[in-house]
């Protein structure tokens, strides 16, 4: 059954409407006609069985045939702080991220960070990306992609997580298995670097914070093969894949 995200806002009793580009798809790419059901997700944790009623130029209602509070999140939450890439290697940390689990994605600009474009035009398509990576991995949250913040400024404000790691090239000593000893914590950080890894000073930096350094393998890893490692490294240790 095909899946859609909602605004829970838009859900009033038994009925609810849908709007944007998803109309077309229902009504053009997939030519769903009146009767037929599809899955909506609220985007914080509750899926709704609809029955369409009409399709619309504009708009799609349907009505609520059941409803299921579904947990596929994980019990961690996971943060990955990316310096931001050039090209589109952010697209895929956050599509990968997202399938994988991470609660959220922090833009991190960094010393060695190129920004370049409009950073309002790639919030949104990084948005996007997020919630059809929901899609396509039955998530019921949506992560959220959070406003791009420099580095100096983020490693100053820690308190939100029990545990920081940073993975950084320099550090040949202990791994994330080796660091990670405490599977009870709930809400971890990694910080990713960028092309050309952080800058001396950075990792310093985020030493004296809390941060702890450790080392992904002896190979230097691109900062999107970086991301998903260290994510996939920090699910499996908390039995998360």
């Known amino acids: 059954m095909h899946r859609f995200f909602v605004d829970p806002d838009i859900i009033r009793a038994d009925e609810l409407s849908i709007c944007g580009s998803d109309v ?12 037929d059901k599809i899955l909506t997700v609220d985007g914080i944790g509750t899926e709704y069985e609809v029955a369409l009623e009409t399709i619309g130029r504009d708009q799609v209602t349907g009505r609520i045939i ?6 596929r999140e ?3 939450q996971l943060t990955v702080a990316q310096a931001v890439p050039k090209s589109d290697k952010m697209d895929t940390v956050i599509r990968m991220g997202t399938e994988l689990g991470v609660k959220d994605f922090i833009p991190v600009i960094t010393e060695r960070v190129v920004v370049q474009g409009n950073f309002e035009h790639k919030l949104a398509r990084w948005r996007r990306i997020a919630v059809e990576s929901c899609k396509q991995s039955g998530r019921t949250v949506i992560p959220e992609v ?3 913040v420099k580095f100096t400024e983020l490693v100053k404000d820690l308190k939100e ?10 550090h040949k000593g202990e791994s994330l298995k080796d660091v ?11 910080f990713i670097g960028p092309e050309g890894g952080f800058s001396h000073e950075e ?15 002896s190979r ?5 093969t970086a991301a998903v490692a260290a994510t996939a490294n920090i699910m499996q240790i908390f039995n998360e894949i």
């Not at 997580?161 to 320099?170: F, G, T, Y």
């Not at 990792?203 to 393998?217: D, N, R």
């Open 74 to 76: 994980t019990k961690l």
């Open 146 to 148: 959070l406003e791009p």
């Open 220 to 224: 230097i890893l691109r900062t999107d």
């Open 66 to 71: 059941g409803r299921n509070t579904i947990t």
């Open 180 to 190: 990670i000893k405490d599977t009870s914590v709930t809400d971890v950080i990694v």
């Open 161 to 170: 997580w029990q545990l920081a790691v940073i993975p950084w090239e320099v």
């Open 203 to 217: 990792a310093e930096l985020a030493k004296s914070a809390g941060v702890i350094p450790v080392s992904l393998g």
């Open 24 to 35: 077309r798809h229902i009504r053009d790419v997939l030519r769903l006609k009146p009767g």
